[in-house]
């Protein structure tokens, strides 16, 4: 079975690397604008990500824990968003902030860290054969190996 992603700012930045339906939010998006980020945003839309503002009940859900575990002033429009995306799609969501990952607990939405040893500036995306490490512009599966071909950030 596919899992599903809820993705943070910081998991397009650093350049997790996850598979499966992913999701993110309106609120995620403005962050990014105009940082290089955004180049990642790009490619993953190409990849089928899914921005999609959460409904009012989750939100007003996700507002009445963060308020009780004492994390609503740590956390902004685009942190409650996520938490209310994640808990609609009972998905993953990808986040190193303590406070969206403590509200999360309470809530009972899985989280996953962004892995400290994978943090690095992303320069560019580039698509990569897993196989044969040729890259290419658009190709998915390589014509030189056959291996499936997937979204490498390219690092300074
Ligand atoms: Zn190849």
């Known amino acids: 079975m596919l899992r599903t992603y809820v993705l943070d700012a910081s998991a397009f930045i650093y350049g ?41 009940k989750d939100v007003a859900l996700v507002t009445e824990k963060a308020k009780s575990t004492g994390d609503y002033l740590r956390l902004s429009q685009a942190d409650i968003d996520l938490l209310a995306k994640a808990l609609e799609v009972s998905g993953t969501l990808v986040t190193d902030d303590y406070s969206i990952q403590n509200v999360a607990t309470r809530l009972g939405i899985e989280t996953q860290q962004i892995q400290q040893a994978r943090i690095r500036r992303v320069l560019k995306w580039r698509r990569r054969c897993v196989g044969c490490g040729r890259l290419y512009e658009s190709e998915t599966i390589c014509p030189v190996c056959g291996s499936d071909v997937k979204l490498k950030p390219i690092t300074r």
């Open 16 to 56: 997790v690397q996850v598979s499966g339906t992913i999701y993110t939010v309106p609120e995620v998006t403005r962050e990014l604008r105009s940082s290089e980020a955004e180049v990642a945003l790009q490619e993953f839309l190409k990849e089928g990500l899914k921005i999609e503002p959460p409904v009012k």
